[in-house]
């Protein structure tokens, strides 16, 4: 059985900073690309960032741009989100997701297979 667990959320002040995790297990993702969405009180869920299979190629939310990044540590099979300059409006739901198929990187919530019951992220100002 196929899960991915994220860990890492909690409550900062607005310029701080959190590393999410996201540990999978049941399967490897080391030929998979992954992600990262969130989803904010009384809105849809949005793409945050994705990494490549080989993690030589990323891809970020414009609004997330330049302060945070993504990660993988293969022998954990593991990804991680690192937020810096947290704002207030990075305040969601933060899950992590996983395809079991191909190698391109995806934006879509429809493209992903695999996800997280997510870890709460509070900024406050």
């Known amino acids: 059985q196929v899960q991915l667990v994220e860990s890492g959320g909690g409550s900062v002040q607005a310029g701080g900073s959190l590393r999410l995790s996201c540990a999978a297990s049941g399967r490897t993702f080391s030929n998979y690309p992954m992600g990262w969405f969130r989803q904010a009180p009384g809105k849809e869920r949005e793409f945050v960032a994705a990494?490549?299979?080989?993690?030589?190629?990323?891809y970020f939310a414009d609004s997330v741009k330049d302060r945070f990044t993504i990660s993988r540590v293969y022998a954990k099979n593991t990804v991680y989100l690192q937020m810096n300059s947290l704002k207030p409006e990075d305040t969601a739901v933060y899950h992590c997701?996983?395809?079991?198929?191909?190698?391109?990187?995806?934006?879509?919530?429809?493209?992903?297979?695999?996800w997280g019951q997510g870890t709460q992220v509070t900024v406050s100002s």
């Open positions: 990494i490549s299979a080989s993690g030589d190629m990323t």
């Open positions: 997701a996983a395809v079991n198929y191909g190698s391109a990187l995806r934006l879509s919530n429809g493209a992903y297979d695999y």
